[in-house]
């Protein structure tokens, strides 16, 4: 009786009680779900557009976080750190397409997904060879301090974030549906070989995939960098993009933004309000728990693709 | 045979002497360095005709398509020996990308759209490596409207929802968009209605009519081929077996006999034919 009293009663009455409070868990939910959607972004992005899962992209987060705050380190400045790694993140796309994608154009996605688990190790391993394994603080300047609006009380980091976060969305929104070579872009993912035949360049496609990727990891990586320092654990929040995605639906890229939101409010308020009935330490599986309903009913996501099959 | 024959005739009716569009050489093509498809396939596509390629499943044509447009490396295929000419320019080592720049594209057996993009958005993927501004693009675009009326209603639908027929446009259409010289066409008549295949054909005709497109046709439907071809190959095995105007392959007895389904002294009984067909056909 009382775990039913705590799981279905008394969280409501506490939100009843206290409703200001519950807006600001809810607000700091939506904004910490906003920094797992900027990481799930780039695994959309490959995966419209060459149907490969890359489980290398929480690798590049942390891979373009490592450079950025190396550089910084050495005394360059932001702005040149920032464009110093964009040149990296591209030569790391391009180094990818020519020595992985290449040679393996056409052959099953699951050869294609194995070989970004070589480039996960590889990246792991290269950019602590060259930077270093120690915990680097990365500081651009950005605001830690609470900002109150309305008696709610919002980090202005996350805020900051949060703009970041839509911009980026809106600028890759356009890209995809408006640009001829957005267009490319979402018909390589259809159908590699029809793509090929109306002349569209695979190399140079798959070349500004990954490098627009790189990019979305970059900021990811800069904004969790300075959130968490730059450490080898970044790599791991790829793993709470596993969720979104599978919330959003792999080819959205506005479910990634809308999965990363539903995961994030919904981890921090059953932390704060089910803690009573199921016990502590709910965020951390809680957004895997929703992964597993969403599979079991809705296996497309929100926004996903249907996957079309004519008979 | 009446093979001697036909050769005899060749030179005069032949596309080689009104200096062809595309002409393949005596091409070998070997999959995976080990299995041999073509064996030697020559054939000549004359500005402005339309050709079929005819023969059996697995004689070699879709091959043969891909070795020209070079979609064949993506399949781990590679010409061997034999060389293929565009307007008299070696073409083997372009990329696919070069060739439809240059004109040449293939609309691949089996459609193949892109089956989340819209209908339009298809047909503006053809447009991909143009570079003659918005505006050219946007009046191709209304120009595939007109051929293919039926596509313009459906626009904004999902490729993949569309029917057979659809998608086979679609297919026509967005090679259309590239402004293609030479359009290498696979099997267009592959599970589509017989009503739609004779639609397909006949606008396969009005482009090479209207717009001087060149055609190379490969097809397995024989009598629908012919009739709108004005030369003709049969393949078998990797080899060319038969070359000649299409009127004259639609009065070859062995045409009649193997591709056509008739034979010279009406029906036969099954036991007889069994009995023909496992004698060796022109090897």
Known sequence: ?311 | MSQATLHAVQPASSPAAAEPILRVNNIEVIYDHVILVLKGVSLAVPEGGIVALLGANGAGKTTTLKAISNLLRAERGEVTKGTIDYNGRSIQDLTPNDLVKMGVVQVMEGRHCFGHLTVEENLLTGAYTRGDGAAAVKRDLEKVYEYFPRLKVRRSSQAGYTSGGEQQMVAIGRALMTKPKVILLDEPSMGLAPQLVEEIFEIVKQLNQKEGVSFLLAEQNTTIALKYATFGYILENGRVVMEGEAQRLMENDDVKEFYLGLAAEGRKSFKDVKHYRRRKRWL
């Open chain 1, 1 to 311: 009786m009382d775990f039913l009293y705590n799981f279905f009663i008394s969280p409501f009455v506490q939100i009843a009680d206290a409703p200001l409070f519950f807006v600001e868990v809810l607000t700091g939910g939506l904004l910490s779900g906003v920094m797992y959607s900027l990481v799930a972004l780039g695994f959309v992005l490959i995966f419209k557009a060459s149907g490969v899962f890359n489980f290398a992209q929480g690798a590049m987060v942390l891979f373009a976080a490592l450079f950025f705050a190396g550089f910084m380190d050495k005394g360059v400045p932001w702005w040149g750190s920032l464009i110093l790694t964009i040149g990296v993140m591209v030569l790391l796309a391009m180094a990818i397409e020519r020595i992985v994608l290449r040679p393996l154009v056409n052959q099953p996605h699951i050869i294609l997904f194995m070989a970004t688990i070589g480039v996960t190790y590889f990246l792991d391993g290269f950019g602590q060879t060259i930077w270093g394994s120690s915990v680097r603080v990365l500081d651009i300047g950005l605001p830690q301090t609470p900002l109150e609006i309305g008696g709610v009380l919002v980090n202005k980091f996350d805020i900051i974030a949060a703009v970041v976060a839509g911009s980026l969305v809106a600028a890759l929104a356009l890209f995809f549906q408006k640009t001829r070579i957005g267009r490319a872009l979402r018909a390589v993912a259809d159908d590699h070989q029809a793509a090929l035949s109306v002349g569209i360049p695979l190399k140079t496609i798959w070349a500004i995939v990954w490098t627009v990727a790189g990019l979305v990891g970059l900021v990811a990586g800069v904004m969790w960098g300075s959130k968490l320092g730059v450490q080898f654990s970044l790599a791991m929040v790829a793993l709470k993009a596993l969720p979104v995605l599978i919330l959003g639906g792999f080819t959205s890229v506005p479910g990634a933004i809308i999965g990363g939101l539903i995961i994030g409010a919904g981890e921090k308020i059953a932390e704060v309000y089910w803690a009573d009935a199921i016990g502590g330490g709910i965020e951390d599986w809680f957004a895997y728990m929703l992964a597993l309903m969403f599979l079991l009913f809705r296996p497309q996501g929100l926004f996903g693709d249907k996957i079309i099959e004519r008979v």
